[in-house]
Structures are given as structure tokens and as C-alpha cells.
């Protein structure tokens, strides 16, 4: 579903969508929850908004490129020659590749815009 409309502006900071709980064998401590909105796709990528509030989780990512809106947190890397941790705040950009084994540590709720091929 496409919900950006060409010459119109969206505001990715109130987009409304249900938080759900993580899957227990994510959660590493806390309770985190997460919520996302999709707002375009096309057979090529998808460029959405997501969010996870305080709590530690781990997951498997998918190929993809993130600005940070909002929030404080930590994302580190498993495994052999796994990247430095990185400090998650307004404004940093990460890449992700496929594959990769991460841990979350969210401190305050973390918002970000995603696109993924």
C-alpha cells in the first residue's frame, strides 16, 4: 500500500500504527514492543517508519538503510568480525546487510525511516 502521496508532505514523527510485543525468544530483557507503517512500495523497495521502546532484543536483519529520528539506544553486531556498536541517536544513518545478527538496546523509544531494496 502506498501511503505517500507525490508533492505532499507526510510527518513520519505521528504516523499512527499499533505497537505489538516482540517474541519472546527476541527479548532479551524488559518488555519491548515494536510498530511499523510501510508508507511505499514498489517491487524494488520499501521505505517505511519503525519504532521499539525501551528493552533489549535481538534480531536477524534484512538489507537495509535507516535514518534515526528519535530516541537513544545501542545496536551491536554477533558474530566474527562483526562491526563496532553503535550509539543510535537523531540524525545517525546506518546501513544493514542481510543476514546480520544484531542486539538492540533501547534506552528511550527509538523511531527511524527505513528503505529496504
Known amino acids: 500500500m502506498t501511503r505517500l502521496v507525490p508533492g505532499q508532505a507526510t510527518d513520519a514523527a505521528s ?3 499499533p505497537f505489538f510485543p516482540l517474541d519472546p525468544d527476541l527479548v532479551v530483557s524488559g518488555t519491548p514492543t515494536t510498530r511499523f507503517v510501510d508508507l511505499d512500495e514498489t517491487s524494488h523497495r520499501t521505505v517505511g ?10 534480531d536477524v536483519e534484512a538489507d537495509e538503510v535507516f535514518v534515526v ?3 537513544d539506544a545501542t545496536l551491536t553486531f554477533d558474530g566474527e568480525d562483526a562491526p563496532a556498536p553503535l550509539t543510535l541517536a537523531p540524525g ?5 546487510s542481510e543476514g546480520m545478527r ?8 527509538l523511531r527511524k525511516v527505513y528503505i529496504s531494496p
Open 15 to 17: 504516523l499512527p500504527a
Open 49 to 58: 517508519v519503525w519504532e521499539h521502546t525501551p528493552g533489549v532484543s535481538t
Open 69 to 71: 529520528l528519535a530516541g
Open 92 to 96: 545517525v544513518i546506518v546501513r544493514l
Open 102 to 109: 544484531t542486539t538492540w538496546t533501547v534506552r528511550e523509544t
